[in-house]
């Protein structure tokens, strides 16, 4: 094409030089036209035969021959070959987008080192099974999801998180597919085929959040249905009306229809408005915030409310003992006693009590051991009867127990029908809460607001020390449903409410909300499922950034469209008065469509 | 049942937008989207729709609309 393009333009500027007339003049404008335009005027006549009519090649063939008809040769000529190089430069520009988006995506491993017969062979990642053993040295991606056997290393999670901070891992971590091994030599278990693997789940969801389209970018393929039609409609009007109203000068108002002609072609809109969105979406995923559609960008932007879910999401969802306060024992005893009473009890409480006291348990000390649902647990250690739960269990054995000062949940323990002390066991807030809530109130969101299924104490403690605007605590399930959907009501026409859950257990609520966020866990499948969006790094200061890019990308989808139309209009007004003529048209219709691809692209760039 | 295909020589936003207006019209589609971004295109049909026969339909449409363009039919 390039090459047809400048052999076009020689020919062109040769045939402006000759001092020919009549029909030489003719020919030898028909020469670089013909060079540059047959495709056109081949793939016009192709598809009208299919019952296409109405195609930019149509239009281009229509303005150029009528162009020629009217004796305008070297704007004829001009005409196809500033098309042609307008086509150019709109493929160079979606071509070099896809290749950008591609390389912000480009965690997919090529290869994986697989030890056969002693040797380490690089195979296919696709070929790889469960159990098999690979070794991933330093520097190399890490192509599967599995569990280091043998190893210590530190990896960069960049790629699937935005985080840069690296990961240190030995024997047992979990590693995922798509991070980069940085320091030492790993020996990897495998534990998900690729095609299961987090970067492949991650990879395809990126791909199908294409087709997921935003209303603007459905409103713009409507748009351009009417758009063509209306344009060649107006444009045969303007040939015809006004030679027979205002009498004569038929080609001056043939020659104002064919640049309508030109310009009727939609493509600056119908591209640049997907590239941004597309462009939008690579930006987020770089930096660890999937967007599952074009459509939740959207809505994301205009969000108004965020309801966060306590556990898990605002909290590490870690339950540690974080208060021991026995009544005339050592701390030390209580423990050990809570520990033995609870230990055959799968409870997180349990867990939590057990990892606190630290020593392995000896279950011969232990006689009996009950395990009271709602209440607790009893079991007899060293002879000795220990209960070891919440208020209701030492009420119903009759023991006077006083509550402690620190919120978390208090497991009281008696020994032998006396209270010996309570302790207590609360979650973590994650160090970036605090921050994240902020950088929401920051951005103008009206309402930040926490649901939970813990203690009004527990959850209102929480809310105070992280700034929020409401908390309603002591939900079920089905309360939080509620709750959001109370929530819903008092918010304004066009804002949004978005739920962020760490999904497991939030399902209901994320599909009732407007947006549904969840902590990814580093790709927990049910996270991944059940959402509209998820952060792979279970970071909640991402949530501020993901509106921003959301923002952001609407911005520039609008200034497209703005602009886009706004020059066409012009451009067929200056037509029709005479004032522009082809030459602008064509710039016009072509520059509009690079400069809105180009803009289209600033979508991907994040800070 | 939602399917994906590749598209190659997808060169024109216009005819994209053209085909998935097209396709939607066909009965048996539920739901279609051709994205000119990733060149692929999304077919949602019911359980029962015979996808191959659909497919054969879809290529005729797609030819008419662009003809330099082909579905890649795995």
Redesign the interface.
């Known amino acids: 094409m390039l090459a047809r393009i400048i052999a076009s333009g020689i020919l062109l500027i040769i045939a402006w030089l000759l001092p020919v007339k009549g029909i030489w003049e003719l020919l030898v404008f028909i020469v670089p036209y013909a060079v540059i335009g047959w495709d056109v005027l081949w793939k016009a006549i ?2 009208i035969s ?3 009519v109405f ?2 090649n149509f239009l281009m063939a229509i303005a150029t021959v009528g162009a020629f008809g009217t004796g305008e040769y070297p704007e004829a000529a001009a005409v196809m070959l500033f098309y042609q190089i307008g086509e150019l430069f709109q ?1 160079c520009a ?1 071509g070099k987008s ?1 290749k950008s ?1 591609a390389s912000l995506m480009d965690i997919r491993p090529d290869y994986a080192n697989i030890e056969k017969d002693g040797q380490l062979v690089q195979v296919d990642p696709e070929e790889i099974k469960i159990g098999d053993i690979i070794v991933v040295k330093a520097g190399e991606k890490i192509p599967l999801d599995g569990i280091v056997i043998e190893g210590k290393s530190t990896v960069d999670t960049a790629a699937l998180t935005g985080e840069s901070l690296p990961r240190t891992v030995g024997v047992n971590s979990d590693v995922i597919s798509g991070c980069i091994n940085q320091s030492g030599m790993l020996r990897i278990r495998v534990t998900k085929v690729f095609g299961e693997s987090t970067v492949a789940k991650i990879l395809d969801l990126v ?2 959040s ?4 935003a209303k603007a970018e459905n409103f713009i ?1 409507k748009f ?2 009417y758009y063509t039609p209306i344009v060649v409609i107006a444009a045969v009007l303007l040939a015809v009306i006004p030679p027979l109203v205002l009498g004569g000068g038929w080609t001056n108002w043939i020659h104002r229809a064919l640049i309508f002609l030109v310009i009727s ?3 600056a809109l ?2 640049s408005v ?2 941004s969105f ?1 462009g939008g979406i690579g930006g987020a995923s770089k930096k660890g915030i999937l967007v599952k559609g074009g459509n939740y960008l959207e809505v994301l932007a205009n969000t108004e409310i965020v309801v966060f879910d306590k556990t898990g999401t605002l909290t590490k969802g870690v339950f540690n003992v974080t208060a021991i306060h026995p009544d005339k024992y050592s701390q030390s005893r209580l423990i050990e006693l809570a520990a033995y009473a609870e230990s055959y009890s799968d409870h997180p409480i349990a867990k939590s009590i057990i990892e606190a006291y630290g020593c392995d348990i000896d279950n011969e000390r232990i006689t009996s051991s009950e395990e009271l649902s709602g209440h607790g647990v009893k079991a007899v250690i060293d002879g000795l009867e220990v209960c070891a739960g919440n208020d209701k269990l030492m009420e119903s054995i009759g023991v006077e127990w006083h509550p402690c000062h620190h919120t978390g949940t208090t497991v009281h323990v008696a020994v032998n029908g006396k209270y010996a002390g309570h302790i207590v066991i609360s979650d973590e807030i994650k160090e970036t809460s605090v921050a994240a809530i902020k950088a929401l109130k920051d951005r103008g969101i009206a309402k930040t607001v926490m649901l939970t299924g813990d203690s009004k104490a527990v959850g209102e403690d929480t809310a105070k020390k992280l700034g929020l605007d409401m908390v309603y605590t002591e939900l079920l399930p089905a309360g939080k449903v509620e709750k959001v959907e109370e929530l819903i009501g008092t918010k304004s026409e066009k804002g949004k409410l978005a739920f962020v859950g760490d999904g497991i257990n939030d399902a209901p609520v994320l599909s009732r909300a407007d947006i549904g966020i969840a902590m990814g866990a580093m790709g927990s499948d049910a996270a991944i499922e059940a959402a509209d969006i998820v952060l792979m790094d279970d970071n909640p200061e991402k949530i501020a950034d993901a509106i921003d890019i959301s923002k952001k990308t609407i911005k520039i989808v609008y200034q497209n469209i703005v602009f886009a139309l706004a020059v066409k209009l012009a451009i067929l007004v200056l037509g029709a008065v005479g004032i522009a003529g082809m030459w602008a048209a064509v710039f016009a219709d072509v520059g509009v469509s690079v400069i809105a691809i180009l803009n289209a692209m600033r979508a991907m760039k994040t800070k | 049942m939602k399917k ?1 295909f590749k598209l190659v020589d997808l ?8 085909m ?2 097209a396709i939607k019209e066909m009965d048996e589609v539920e739901d279609v ?1 051709v ?4 060149q ?1 295109m ?1 077919i949602t049909a019911a359980d029962d729709v015979d996808f191959d026969k659909l497919m054969k339909k879809v290529v005729k449409l797609c ?3 662009e ?1 330099d363009c082909e579905i890649v039919l795995k």
């Open positions: 192709r598809n299919h019952g296409q195609d930019e493929s979606v896809r988006i791909e199908n294409a087709s997921k389209k393929t351009a249905k072609c939609p493509c119908v591209i997907p590239l597309f | 994906v060169d024109c936003a216009n005819c994209a937008a053209k998935e207006n989207s994205s000119f971004m990733t692929k999304t030819r008419k609309i003809p």
